[in-house]
């Protein structure tokens, strides 16, 4: 069975870090691209990153784009995020996806609020 | 970035019946748009892909189709379970964007 387990998140205060991690089970994590996709209080899904199976390649939305890294240890099927100097907008809860385009699976979330 | 319209924003319907939700892309995304269901307390479930592909383990009485920069996700035959939030999301190019979400409630 499929399992994306996310964890790292809480609440951190504007300008901090915070790096976020997925734990992936019951797939070959190394033949898959991944993703980070947010979805603030109340509003809609919002693609963040991208990193493809082997780490080679990475894509950001603009707006994270210097602050956030996508990364991942295919030997601990892991996935990564590191979010430097986090600001409000940034509140949300944060999925864990397979796949660098379409999530076939998702985690349930990790909340990250960014408040002083 | 390729914004997605997505309508309607509420649908109440009832059991049985047929509904389809429509997304609509500022440019040609060639058939490269995928759907999702989200309910409270579940993980986000992918329906379609490409446009019109079924994913693995979801009924047959959920199609889409559409190509260029107009889709549609169909319902047929509602389930009880199928009342939720359904987003559409393009993945042709960078950024992925998604539509605002549709909530299908029950009528």
């Known amino acids: 069975e499929v399992q994306l387990v996310e964890s790292g998140g809480g609440l951190v205060q504007p300008g901090r870090s915070m790096k976020l991690s997925c734990a992936a089970s019951g797939f070959t994590f190394s033949n898959y691209g991944m993703a980070w996709v947010r979805q603030a209080p109340t509003k809609g899904l919002e693609w963040v990153a991208t990193?493809?199976?082997?780490?080679?390649?990475?894509y950001y939305r603009d707006s994270v784009k210097g602050r956030f890294t996508i990364s991942r240890d295919n030997a601990k099927s892991t996935l990564y995020l590191q979010m430097n100097s986090l600001r409000s907008e940034d509140t949300a809860t944060y999925y864990c996806t397979r796949g660098g385009g379409v999530g076939d699976y998702w985690g349930q979330g990790v909340m990250v609020t960014v408040s002083s | 970035d390729v914004q997605m319209t997505q309508s309607p924003y509420n649908l109440a319907a009832s059991p049985g019946e047929s509904v389809s939700i429509n997304c609509k892309a500022s440019?040609?995304?060639?058939?490269?748009l995928a759907w999702y269901q989200q309910k409270p307390g579940k993980a986000n479930k992918l329906l379609i892909y490409d446009g019109s592909t079924l994913q693995s383990g979801i009924p047959s009485r959920f199609s889409g189709s559409g190509s260029g920069t107009d889709f549609t996700l169909t319902i047929r035959s509602l389930e009880p379970e199928d009342f939720g939030l359904y987003y559409c999301?393009?993945?042709?190019?960078?950024?992925?964007?998604f539509g605002a979400g549709t909530k299908l409630e029950l009528k």
């Open positions: 990193i493809s199976y082997d780490g080679s390649s990475t």
């Open positions: 999301q393009q993945h042709n190019e960078y950024p992925y964007t």
């Open positions: 440019k040609s995304i060639s058939k490269y």
